[in-house]
Structures are given as structure tokens and as C-alpha cells.
């Protein structure tokens, strides 16, 4: 978590900064360096380029550190080692596959490590492209026929302008429509990349990831859930469902992808994988191997064991004060039973005189022992005891 903080601030940083480069030269041209200022943001141009390329480098190796800490398990018993020893390099190795060693590539992995090597050249593409976009927007609005966008511009950040110590309000216009023209072309261009190269569409490392945390919020997946992995493997059978059903496998409803999966002849091999990781014997993570006809070689759990109930819940309902007591009396040849249920509970007394430690009795127990402190239940049974002798001593 720490280190995903880490990450994630670093990133915004240098996000800032290749944009803030471009942007801070532009501006710095038209608040005070006269023509020759007009140059100033080329001059940023192999700093912007650094950073930017720095930036994309630091993502691709976090994202692959993240791909190798969601597998470690799987890729240490694939290759024989310690967990704590699996590394970047373990990770491509499954994924690409090694034939001297005999071991055969992983295409749900291959998948991951090409994705995030062309989210990188996405994003270094956009970034590029956003700094080219600044220099040449404002190139464009300095290089005249734009007078009246300008003069609009100016117009409407006059207040800003009167706050700082601009030496050009024209040009100051231009450098700040300029910067904005930037931003909203670095998310055009990655929108733009991401659509063209398939970066927005559904993996199968994506479905198995969300299966993963699922089950760690305690939720039980669904065989259907585990039959789309499949599916994102095999384009035969997703153009089939197509072809079918009018759409992809991930847009049906989900009464249609329970016919989907009742029409297969694997259905009872899904259903038995669906079972296994909802009874904790295997992880989501397995899928990304069977979807392979491989296996992790990570052994099977065992089924995870219910908790007990915590002892504090049922200490306090000892001392709880009893909701309401319902009286069955009863004629053995051992004497007059009684039986007392007192919220929920049931507790035997005998014409002797013996009952059982209810909550009315060991309140008598504690604060005395006269005839006015005793439980209902006892005196009753005294009374009856009572009656019975006195029907007999006057049959006698």
C-alpha cells in the first residue's frame, strides 16, 4: 500500500512537470521577455522530453512489479523458488516461455506485459504530442490572422491579468490558450491511443484480477464469471456467442450467460473450478494457467474453516434479563415436572426440590433466601409437592 502511495505521488509529480515545463516557458514568453522570449519554449523541449520519458519508464516498471506480486505464489512453484525471491525477470520468463527448460508460455501473462508496454508507448506518444500541440498553438496565435480569437481570450482573463505583473497581455492570452490547448490534447491523444490499440477492452488478466478481489471481500463468484476467462482465451468460441446471441459474452445478461454456459460440454469443469476457489482450495489465480492447459504446480488448500463463534456474545446473554417465561407443568411417576423457558431457554425442576441454575435462581443466590425472594418456578413446585400431599393424607 505504502509503496503504491509512493508510486502514485511520483507519478503526479512528474506529470505536472512535463506538462509544467511547457507550460511555465510559454508563459514565462509572454510575461516579460518581449520577442525573444517567444523562443524560450523551445529551450524546453529536451527537458519536457527527459521527464516525460522518465515518467513512462518508472509506469511500465511499476505495473510489472504489481503483475509480479499479484502471481508470486504461482510463478515460485512453476519455477521451484522462494516466494521472496521471484522478480521481474521470473514473470516475463513464465510469460514468454522457455524452451531449453521445457517450459511453455503463458498467454494470459504475454497478454499483461504486452498491454502495459503499449499503454507506455501511449503515453509517451500523448505526452510528445501535448508539447508539440503548446509550441505550435502558440507559434500559431503569435504568427497573426488570430487577433479576434485572441482579443476574445484576453478579454475574458482580464481580471487575471490585473493581478499579475504581465508584460504583454496579448501575448500572455496566447501563451495561456496555449497551455490549455496542451492538456486537453494530451487526453484527446491518449483517449485516441487507447481506443486505436485495444487498451480500454477487457482481459483475461483483468477478469481474473476482479474475481480475486471478490473473493477477498468475501463475496462467492459465480460459474459464469469464471466461464468469461475462458472466453477472452478462446476467440472461436467468443465469435460463436457473438454470431448467437448478438453480442459479446461481457454484454449479455446474465440469464443468457447461464445458457451459454449450460450449453457447453465443459460446464461440469466449470462448475468443479468455481466450487474449488469459493471453498478456498484455489486461487482465481489458477485460471490463468487452466485457461492454458497449464497448471502453477501450486498445490490445493484446504477448505478454510468456519470460526467459531466469539465466547463475549454469549458470556453477556447469561446476564441478560429474561424476556418472557412460559410454565409447562407435567404428572411423572416421579413427581410433578415443571419446565421454565425463559428467553428461549429451557430449564427442568423436579418435585424435590432440585433446579437448575437459572438466571431468577442465582439472583435469589445472591441477594437472600426467604420465601419472598424465590423463583416463581420454585414456589410453584413447592406448592404443588404441597397439594399432592394433603390429597393423599386425606385418602389415607
Not at 335 to 352: M, V
Not at 360 to 373: D, H, L, N, Q, S
Request: aromatic share 6%; net charge neutral.
Amino acid at each position: 500500500m505504502l509503496d503504491d502511495l509512493k508510486h502514485y505521488a511520483k507519478y503526479a509529480g512528474m506529470w505536472l512537470t512535463t506538462r509544467g515545463v511547457v507550460t511555465l516557458a510559454v508563459l514565462a514568453a509572454t510575461a516579460g521577455f518581449g520577442v525573444s522570449g517567444h523562443f524560450i519554449p523551445l529551450l524546453t523541449l529536451p527537458i519536457g522530453l527527459a521527464a516525460a520519458t522518465y515518467m513512462n519508464h518508472d509506469r511500465t516498471n511499476y505495473l510489472k512489479t504489481r503483475t509480479k506480486n499479484a502471481y508470486k505464489l504461482e510463478l515460485a512453484a512453476t519455477l521451484g523458488k522462494n516466494p521472496k525471491e521471484v522478480t521481474v525477470s521470473d514473470l516475463e520468463r513464465v510469460a514468454e516461455g522457455d524452451k531449453d527448460a521445457g517450459l511453455p508460455g503463458n498467454g494470459i501473462l504475454k497478454e499483461r506485459l504486452d498491454h502495459i508496454q503499449t499503454h507506455h508507448r501511449v503515453s509517451l506518444f500523448s505526452t510528445i504530442g501535448a508539447m508539440g500541440l503548446a509550441i505550435g498553438a502558440f507559434g500559431l496565435l503569435m504568427g497573426g490572422g488570430m487577433e479576434n480569437v485572441i482579443q476574445s481570450w484576453q478579454n475574458l482573463i482580464q481580471p487575471l491579468t490585473n493581478f499579475l505583473p504581465v508584460y504583454n497581455p496579448e501575448v500572455f492570452a496566447a501563451g495561456t490558450l496555449a497551455s490549455g490547448i496542451s492538456f486537453v490534447g494530451d487526453y484527446a491523444l491518449t483517449t485516441l491511443g487507447k481506443n486505436l490499440t485495444g487498451l480500454n477492452e477487457r482481459t483475461a488478466y483483468d477478469v481474473v484480477q476482479g474475481l480475486k478481489k471478490q473473493r477477498r471481500s468475501g463475496h462467492t463468484i459465480q460459474p459464469e464469471q469464471v466461464l468469461e476467462v475462458f472466453v477472452c482465451r478462446d476467440p472461436n468460441l467468443a465469435t460463436t456467442i457473438q454470431e448467437d446471441y448478438g453480442a459479446s459474452y461481457a454484454e449479455l445478461p446474465p440469464q443468457k450467460q447461464s445458457q451459454v454456459l449450460h450449453g457447453l460440454e465443459q460446464k461440469d469443469k466449470i462448475l468443479a473450478m468455481t466450487d474449488k476457489i469459493n471453498e478456498g482450495r484455489m486461487s482465481p489465480n489458477e485460471l490463468t494457467f487452466l485457461v492454458e492447459s497449464q497448471h502453477s504446480g501450486l498445490p490445493e488448500r484446504q477448505p478454510r474453516q468456519e470460526h467459531p463463534p466469539l465466547f463475549l456474545p454469549h458470556i453477556l446473554s447469561e446476564y441478560s434479563l429474561p424476556l418472557h417465561t412460559t410454565l409447562t407443568v407435567t404428572k411423572t411417576p416421579q413427581g410433578t415436572k415443571i419446565e421454565e423457558e425463559t428467553a428461549g431457554k429451557s430449564e427442568s425442576h423436579t418435585a424435590d426440590g432440585r433446579v437448575a441454575s437459572s438466571h431468577v435462581e442465582r439472583y435469589v443466590a445472591r441477594v437472600g433466601t426467604g420465601k419472598e425472594m424465590q423463583s416463581f418456578v420454585k414456589r410453584l413446585t413447592q406448592e404443588s409437592s404441597e397439594t399432592t400431599q394433603g390429597i393423599n393424607g386425606r385418602e389415607r
